[in-house]
């Protein structure tokens, strides 16, 4: 009986050891499990990391007002979320509920925190589920990543999301241009939101506000501004839109302003234009001024050497497209400078020295016998390239535009031709100045009895002179083929232009040849917006006659004894 009782007996011992035991394994237990359930349940003390749990909703319904209340909180952590989510790659986590950011990584997933953006470790398939998105839902988060733009750390991305919230604003579209502007620290996209802020406050039931918002935007210079205000001044139904005396005061005010400052910038843009198109007539005309002052030649085929400058440029461009690396393409324009003043020059030496050099002092026949050579170039190119137009790409250093205010932009590939024409004259000027040929050309030009008297070859002269003129043809075809296609027409709609700027400055005057093109560049340009583009260019011919009658030697007329005879 004792043993018997002493085996059924608890010994105090192994209860004590027993109730220790539990406990130790309910502290592990807590110890393990804690931290993740800390995890799991977003506090309120992080509303990002609930907006972002609560897009693991059952309901699209409820997902589409979780993506606009994550947008709604203007954190740029939310743009990496939403990408996430409408490219598939948003998961909650089986185990904690967590959503997570899951990223394919071999036969598993790459996780990272939503909230933290820190890796969080690896997964497999079964440990995490996808939460969906339908086309709907996509296309409503696009929209939302388009307004958090706004927040984006990229300042382009910003300035583009300003122009995109302002133009088609979404509901909340006054506060949200508020937040980003109150983050905002680039000058140019501050002025942008504030811009914006103002137009959507001229239609509030606050006059002071509207006051504040006409007072901003009345320093502004944009067409799109102006029709804003102009509507506040419209009547609907005989009542006044602006409800206010003194506001709609200040908003005719206002347009006044935008009216004066854009017309100045009309004013602008018409010069900027008329002075590039000035460069590209400059570059033109300068070779002819050359040829048809030192030798009396008018040479008509002088557009067919800027057509042949145009194709060597889209010949060196198609060598470098086969052969060169595509980082150093754009370095074809370069390239091309050199090649097309040769081409061009040897074709002008063989043109002199085969057909011109015999038809000196007739200037009616080398009229006609340079007609002919301008046609049997043009048929040459046909033959050789087809008829059909030759794309010559503008490499990225001269791409795109520069925007100006008001409206007003150019194209960087026309400014570019404005420098380029200005270091080609400047280039032609010190060497005719300073070399030993330029001062036998211009002995030439003002006495060619007398220089030929004093031993300088004349007819040498006149060789290398027209090589010379037909080169900076040649260039001025680089130019021309950075700002239109290349056919082997192009030569032909400068040539009337060219002989109008030669004669118009004064034959043989490198100053008058400037002079000339770009007063014929700018009156054109102030002219088309009035009278369109084929009677302003009547208007001017029609002005160069008149002016030629008066005065037939041109702006600078040439000085010696050959010019007065």
């Known amino acids: 009986m004792a043993t018997g009782h002493s085996m059924g007996a608890v010994r105090p011992h192994r209860i004590i050891a027993f109730v220790g035991g539990a406990l130790l394994f309910l502290a592990l237990l807590v110890a393990?499990?804690?931290?993740?359930?800390a995890q799991s349940v977003p506090t309120a003390a992080d509303p990002f990391a609930a907006a972002v749990q609560a897009l693991d909703a059952r309901k699209f319904s409820d997902k589409a007002t979780a993506v606009d209340a994550l947008g709604a909180l203007g954190d740029e952590r939310a743009i990496a979320v939403l990408q996430a989510f409408a490219d598939g790659r948003l998961y909650r986590h089986k185990a904690d509920k967590i959503v997570i950011i899951a990223d394919r990584a071999g036969d598993g997933f790459k996780l990272t925190s939503?909230?933290?953006?820190?890796?969080?470790?690896?997964?497999?398939?079964?440990?995490?589920?996808?939460?969906?998105?339908?086309?709907?839902?996509r296309g409503q988060i696009r929209g939302v990543l388009g307004q958090l733009a706004l927040f984006s750390p990229d300042a382009d991305e910003r300035l583009e999301a300003a122009r995109n919230v302002i133009a088609s604003p979404p509901d909340d579209a006054l506060a949200l241009l508020k937040r980003a502007r109150d983050r905002e620290t680039v000058s140019k996209i501050r002025e942008t939101l504030e811009t914006g802020i103002a137009v959507f406050e001229l239609?509030?039931?606050?006059?002071?506000?509207?006051?504040?918002?006409?007072?901003?935007?009345?320093?502004?210079?944009?067409?799109?501004?102006?029709?804003?205000?102009e509507q506040r001044l419209l009547e609907v139904d005989g009542d006044a839109v602006e409800p206010d005396a003194e506001v709609r005061t200040a908003l005719r005010e206002?347009?006044?302003?935008?009216?004066?400052?854009?017309?100045?910038?009309?004013?602008?843009?018409?010069?900027?234009?008329?002075?590039?198109?000035?460069?590209?007539?400059?570059?033109?005309?300068?070779?002819?001024?050359?040829?048809?002052?030192?030798?009396?030649v008018i040479n008509m085929a002088h557009g067919e050497m800027i057509m042949l400058g145009a194709y060597t440029t889209f010949i060196v461009q198609e060598i470098f497209r086969s052969t060169m690396p595509p980082e150093i393409f754009g370095m074809y324009v370069l390239v091309s400078i050199p090649a097309a003043f040769i081409v061009a020059?040897?074709?002008?030496?063989?043109?002199?020295?085969?057909?011109?050099?015999?038809?000196?002092?007739?200037?009616?026949?080398?009229?006609?016998?340079?007609?002919?050579?301008?046609?049997?170039?043009?048929?040459?190119v046909r033959t050789l390239f087809g008829a059909n137009n030759r794309e010559v790409a503008n490499p990225d250093w001269i791409s795109g535009a520069v925007a100006f205010g008001g409206g007003v932009s150019v194209t960087v590939n026309r400014i570019y031709i404005i420098i380029f024409c200005i270091m080609v004259v400047?280039?032609?000027?010190?060497?005719?100045?300073?070399?030993?040929?330029?001062?036998?050309?211009?002995?030439?030009?003002?006495?060619r009895g007398m220089a030929s008297a004093m031993g300088i070859r004349t007819g040498r002269v006149d060789?290398?002179?027209?090589?010379?003129?037909?080169?900076?043809?040649?260039?001025?075809?680089?130019?021309?083929?950075?700002?239109?296609?290349?056919?082997?027409?192009?030569?032909q709609n400068f040539i009337v232009d060219s002989f109008m700027v030669v004669v118009f400055g004064g034959v043989g005057s490198i100053w008058g040849t400037i002079v000339g093109a770009f007063s014929?560049?700018?009156?054109?340009?102030?002219?088309?917006?009035?009278?369109?583009?084929?009677?302003?260019?009547?208007?001017?011919?029609?002005?160069?006659?008149?002016?030629?009658?008066?005065r037939p030697r041109g702006l600078f007329a040439l000085k010696g004894r050959a010019a007065e005879s």
């Open 426 to 447: 400047a280039a032609l000027a010190a060497f005719i100045r300073y070399s030993r040929f330029g001062l036998q050309m211009r002995a030439v030009t003002q006495n």
């Open 203 to 229: 239609a509030s039931d606050d006059r002071a506000l509207r006051l504040a918002a006409v007072a901003t935007l009345a320093d502004r210079s944009d067409p799109d501004i102006k029709s804003a205000l």
């Open 114 to 137: 939503p909230v933290t953006g820190e890796p969080a470790g690896t997964a497999t398939s079964r440990e995490i589920k996808k939460i969906i998105a339908n086309n709907k839902l």
């Open 345 to 380: 020059a040897a074709f002008g030496v063989l043109i002199e020295r085969g057909c011109i050099r015999f038809l000196y002092g007739r200037p009616l026949e080398t009229l006609l016998a340079t007609w002919g050579v301008s046609l049997i170039l043009q048929q040459l």
């Open 254 to 296: 206002a347009v006044d302003d935008i009216d004066d400052r854009l017309a100045l910038f009309g004013l602008a843009e018409n010069l900027i234009f008329g002075l590039s198109l000035g460069s590209v007539l400059l570059l033109a005309a300068i070779g002819l001024a050359i040829t048809f002052g030192v030798m009396g």
């Open 32 to 37: 393990v499990t804690l931290p993740a359930a």
């Open 463 to 491: 060789a290398l002179t027209f090589a010379l003129g037909s080169g900076i043809a040649g260039v001025a075809g680089v130019a021309l083929s950075q700002i239109s296609n290349v056919s082997p027409n192009l030569g």
């Open 520 to 550: 014929l560049g700018i009156v054109n340009k102030f002219l088309e917006p009035v009278s369109g583009a084929i009677l302003g260019k009547v208007i001017v011919l029609v002005l160069i006659i008149l002016f030629i009658q008066k």
